[in-house]
Structure formats: structure tokens, C-alpha cells
């Protein structure tokens, strides 16, 4: 079945770095492509997404764009925040498997420091 | 506008009790999506509903397991007889319309169930 792989975490960076994070997947169909955000404390928010191949998603400073290629999903931003401090997670929707439902990967934690 | 909202944040059964965890979507949204999360782990897709029914259920164990959203009131995920290893985080999530190649779920906050 389908599945999305993302590298571990924790990632910890000083603020004003360079962030990717890595995304990977692999599916039987066409999948649209997501990358959600889950602040402390509360539920996830969706950050960004791309539906087809090449498409670049963005969003708060952040983005990644959809190589079929590599079958990747790659998270960046060109200078974190201490702001930025959450768990990021990317997750896939198969029309060709589970009906569109949402297959996650175990997500990243990402933390800034000052 | 309120977002998607879940209670209780924390629940605390022993082993045996039953678990009830509510969810009520966002106004307007009549599908809902219930997620368990193990430690360390994705969250892991368990049921789809919409309102009376239930759409999809491959997700969720056949037994303990339970899922409705009444026509009125918040939706249900209820799980009977707890055992340590239904500890987890589970997320709810409404949608406006159901999955689709754009389908954005809006998720609640969670609730963080532990079994002792």
C-alpha cells in the first residue's frame, strides 16, 4: 500500500538557518501532496499542498515542490523562525488507494533556537 | 468562525472502563474524520463519517471500537473495554465536502487518551 516516509526528527536549528525536510513516498495512483503543521497544544494545520507533478506549494515562507521523479515532497524555508518550533508533517491522498484518504508520514520536530 | 473542537483534551481510564471522545466539526462541515496517533508514530487514518452515517470504517479495529455522528450533536468515537494499548492521541478532523484530490481537513486539537 501507499506509505510517506520522513526523515526524524528532532531537528534543531539556530534561528535564521536554512530548513529542509525531507519527504519521500510511494503510491499506486496519482496522489496530491501535503504538508501539515502541528503547533504545541494544538491540532494540525494544513501549511501547504500540490496536486500534480511540478506544482510547488507555499506558504508562511515555506515550500516544497512535487517531484514525481524522485517521488518527493521536500519542506524548505530559506530562514527559520524560533516561531517555526513545531511537528511537520507530510501526508499523501491516493485516489487509487484508500479512497483519498489521508496517509501520513510519522512527521519531524523542528526546533528553533534563538 | 470556531475551529474543530474536541473534549475532553486529556482522558484518563483504567483498564476495562469505556472511552468516550467527542469531536465537534466546524459550522458548516458535515464530514468527519477520526485519527489515532501512536507515540512516535503517523497518525493512522481509523473512520469516515457524515452525518448519520458511517462512510468508511477500514480503519478502526472490529471490536471495542466504535464511531457515530448523530444528526444533532458532535460525532462519538467510543471505545469499550480499554486495554494500555489504546493509549494515543486521537485527532478529529471535518471537512465541507467529502475526500478529494484537494480535500483539506481541518483538525481539531486532540485528545490525549491513557490508559492505566
Known amino acids: 500500500g501507499d506509505s510517506v516516509t520522513q526523515m526524524e526528527g528532532p531537528v534543531t536549528l539556530s534561528e535564521e538557518a536554512f530548513l529542509t525536510i525531507n519527504c519521500t513516498y510511494t503510491?499506486?495512483?496519482?496522489?496530491?501532496l501535503f504538508w501539515y503543521v502541528q503547533y504545541p497544544g494544538e491540532g494540525l494545520q494544513l501549511l501547504l499542498k500540490?496536486?500534480?507533478a511540478d506544482d510547488k506549494g507555499s506558504n508562511k515562507g515555506f515550500e516544497a515542490t512535487y517531484r514525481k521523479e524522485t517521488t518527493s515532497f521536500h519542506l524548505e524555508k530559506g530562514s527559520v523562525q524560533v516561531s517555526d518550533s513545531a511537528v511537520y508533517f507530510c501526508a499523501l491522498s491516493d485516489p487509487e488507494d484508500s479512497n483519498y484518504q489521508l496517509i501520513w508520514g510519522a512527521g519531524t520536530k523542528l526546533i528553533i533556537k534563538p | 468562525n470556531a475551529g474543530v473542537m474536541q473534549n475532553p483534551r486529556h482522558l484518563v481510564r483504567r483498564r476495562g472502563q469505556e472511552a468516550r471522545l467527542r469531536c465537534s466539526p466546524m459550522?458548516?462541515?458535515?464530514?468527519v474524520y477520526w485519527y489515532r496517533q501512536l507515540p512516535e508514530e503517523g497518525l493512522k487514518f481509523m473512520v469516515y463519517l457524515q452525518k448519520e452515517n458511517i462512510i468508511d470504517e477500514s480503519g478502526m479495529p472490529k471490536e471495542r471500537f466504535s464511531a457515530e455522528f448523530p444528526k444533532e450533536g458532535p460525532s462519538i468515537l467510543r471505545i469499550q473495554q480499554v486495554v494500555r494499548g489504546d493509549s494515543a492521541a486521537y485527532f478529529c478532523?471535518?471537512?465541507?465536502?467529502?475526500?478529494?484530490?484537494?480535500?483539506?481537513?481541518?483538525f481539531g486539537p486532540g485528545t490525549r487518551l491513557t490508559v492505566l
Open positions: 478532523a471535518s471537512s465541507p465536502s467529502g475526500p478529494g484530490p484537494y480535500n483539506e481537513q481541518f
Open positions: 503510491a499506486t495512483g496519482y496522489p496530491s
Open positions: 459550522k458548516g462541515h458535515s464530514h
Open positions: 500540490a496536486t500534480k
